[in-house]
Every structure is written in structure tokens, then in C-alpha cells.
């Protein structure tokens, strides 16, 4: 059974920083995607990584995909007020079913 | 491009009572739907997978005679959660797949609440 595990679940941070939110998932998968929600409202996607080595940015965020580690990392550069959200890694299972990891709740402060 | 909704977007009912959810592909065609359940504060856990024209999979432990999915037609498939119970109140989201792209898209999601 594919398994998705991210750390760390809360993660506080000071405006102006730097962090690393981790994704592994413990068998061979394609895909992997990175998704933040707001409280109350759906997924929003950020990230598809689809090949061994993709690094993918936008803005403050890149995304980049291991598959051999089966390891997916976000990073956070000069983190602002504006990121606070849950960010949700997801990993394709056998019958494209996803499967998501537990979330990393993630509150910048001023 | 790219849109799926959701209706309704947010629903109270009475225990014993059965609540349908729409879920619609507004412009592609949705070989492949998903339904996804969030309790608070936790992560998204797949209900089941519904092909259009066929009956649903549901995933382990989730009861199909309590949680009905119909997909059929290539833009909606629903949900109806029958003889609710209050701990069936949660949020319930839906993604659609075209089958011919490997990403899903997300509805905005429904919020079931059973009193």
C-alpha cells in the first residue's frame, strides 16, 4: 500500500525566512504533487513533478522530486504573512488514485 | 479551462436523512472522478473512483451502501450519503480526470454537516 509521509505537520516561521517541508512515499510513483488549502476551501495546485531531478518554482516556493529516495521537498525562500496555509504533498498510486500525505499546517509571523 | 464544481457547496441535514453532491466537470470530459473526504484538520482520504458507465470503487472501509456514487455521464457524478449520521459531517471534495492528462482537478468542495 503506497504511503505518503510529510514533515513536519506545523511549522511556525518568522517572516523573511527559509524552510524545507519534506514528502516521502514509500513506493515507485510517476508523479508527485504539491497542493496548498486555505481553512475552509478546497485544493489549490502548485506543483506537478513528473520526472527524477524536476525542480519546479513559482514565486517564493520551488519544488523539486527525487524518485529514487522517493523524496519530494518544498521550499520556502523569505517566507511572507501571505503563505500561511496547509501545503499537502500527493502521490499517483497504480490506478491513478492519490494519495495524500497528513499536510504541514504552515503559519508565518510578522 | 479546467473546472469542476461542486453542489452544494454547503449542506445541513438531520440524522437519518440522505443528502446528494453533485460533482461537475464544467468544460472537459471526466473519464475518471474521485471522491475525497476531510475531517478536520486532517488530510484528504480517497472514498472511492468512479469510471463513467461503471459502478465505483470504493476504497477500504468505506461502505458502498452508505455512500452511493453515480457517474453517468462524462461531465457529473454524485454522491449521496444515505441515512447520514453526525459522524458523517465532514468536507467532502471531488476531482475529475480527463484520462488523457495526468492531473486531477479539485472541486471546491461540499460541507456536509449531520445534526
Known amino acids: 500500500e503506497l504511503k505518503v509521509e510529510q514533515n513536519p505537520l506545523f511549522l511556525s516561521m518568522q517572516e523573511g525566512k527559509n524552510y524545507t517541508i519534506y514528502c516521502n512515499y514509500s513506493?515507485?510513483?510517476?508523479?508527485l504533487y504539491w497542493y496548498r488549502q486555505d481553512p475552509g476551501k478546497s485544493l489549490e495546485s502548485l506543483f506537478v513533478?513528473?520526472?527524477?531531478?524536476a525542480v519546479k518554482q513559482e514565486g517564493r516556493l520551488m519544488a523539486s522530486l527525487d524518485t529514487k529516495a522517493r523524496l519530494s521537498t518544498l521550499h520556502i525562500t523569505a517566507a511572507v504573512h501571505d503563505l500561511s496555509a496547509t501545503y499537502f504533498c500527493?502521490?499517483?498510486?497504480?490506478?491513478?488514485?492519490?494519495?495524500f500525505g497528513a499536510g504541514t499546517r504552515l503559519t508565518v509571523k510578522p | 479551462g479546467a473546472v469542476v464544481s461542486q453542489h452544494p457547496s454547503w449542506v445541513i441535514c438531520k440524522s437519518g436523512t440522505s443528502v446528494k453532491i453533485e460533482c461537475r466537470s464544467l468544460?472537459?470530459?471526466?473519464?475518471?472522478m474521485f471522491w475525497y473526504r476531510q475531517f478536520p484538520k486532517q488530510s484528504l482520504m480517497l472514498m472511492a473512483t468512479?469510471?463513467?458507465?461503471?459502478?465505483?470503487?470504493?476504497e477500504q472501509g468505506v461502505e458502498k451502501d452508505k455512500f452511493l456514487i453515480n457517474h453517468a455521464s462524462l461531465t457529473l457524478s454524485t454522491l449521496t450519503v444515505t441515512s447520514a449520521h453526525p459522524e458523517d459531517s465532514s468536507f467532502y471534495i471531488c476531482?475529475?480526470?480527463?484520462?488523457?492528462?495526468?492531473?486531477?482537478?479539485f472541486g471546491p468542495g461540499t460541507r456536509l454537516t449531520v445534526t
Open positions: 476531482s475529475a480526470s480527463s484520462g488523457r492528462q495526468y492531473e486531477q482537478y
Open positions: 513506493t515507485t510513483s510517476d508523479r
Open positions: 513533478l513528473l520526472s527524477n531531478g
Open positions: 500527493a502521490v499517483d498510486g497504480n490506478n491513478n488514485d492519490m494519495r
Open positions: 468544460d472537459f470530459q471526466a473519464t475518471t
Open positions: 468512479s469510471n463513467e458507465g461503471s459502478k465505483a470503487t470504493y
